[in-house]
């Protein structure tokens, strides 16, 4: 089981980061995954990191604003969020998936595990 927290209300340019807590099992050999889905749109692809946090990924939207990181130990992914823009607010998801490829692509299929979101609104 995954969940997501730590959204909010932020200004324009502030930060947030979020945190996406496992438990249950172990996710340390699972790659992780953020996505969001804003009111009336698809649910977007936003970061990746593999299973051991070697590689990451991001989206073009969020890449140098965004950084994803992960703690095995505490079995828990974060997200990093810097330079909030209006166009961030959505609500976010985490998501597990045993090659970054699936999250990379967005083939929810492939993913094994979703966690609830969190809300993150950026007013201007």
């Known amino acids: 089981q995954l969940q997501a927290s730590g959204g909010g209300l932020v200004q324009a340019g502030g930060s947030l980061r979020l945190s996406c807590a496992a438990s249950?099992?172990?996710?340390?050999?699972?790659?992780m995954g953020w996505f969001r889905q804003a009111p009336g749109k698809e649910r977007d692809y936003v970061a990746a990191?593999?299973?051991?946090?070697?590689?990451?990924d991001y989206a073009d939207s969020v890449k140098g604003r965004f950084t994803i990181s992960r703690d095995n130990a505490k079995n828990t992914v974060y997200l990093q969020m810097n330079s909030l823009k209006r166009e961030d607010t959505a609500v976010y998801y985490c998501?597990?998936?045993?090659?970054?490829?699936?999250?990379?692509?967005?083939?929810?299929?492939?993913?094994?595990?979703w966690g609830k979101g969190t809300q993150v609104t950026v007013s201007s």
């Open positions: 990191i593999s299973w051991g946090g070697g590689s990451t």
């Open positions: 998501a597990a998936a045993p090659t970054l490829d699936i999250l990379m692509k967005s083939d929810f299929y492939g993913m094994d595990y």
């Open positions: 249950g099992r172990t996710f340390s050999s699972y790659c």
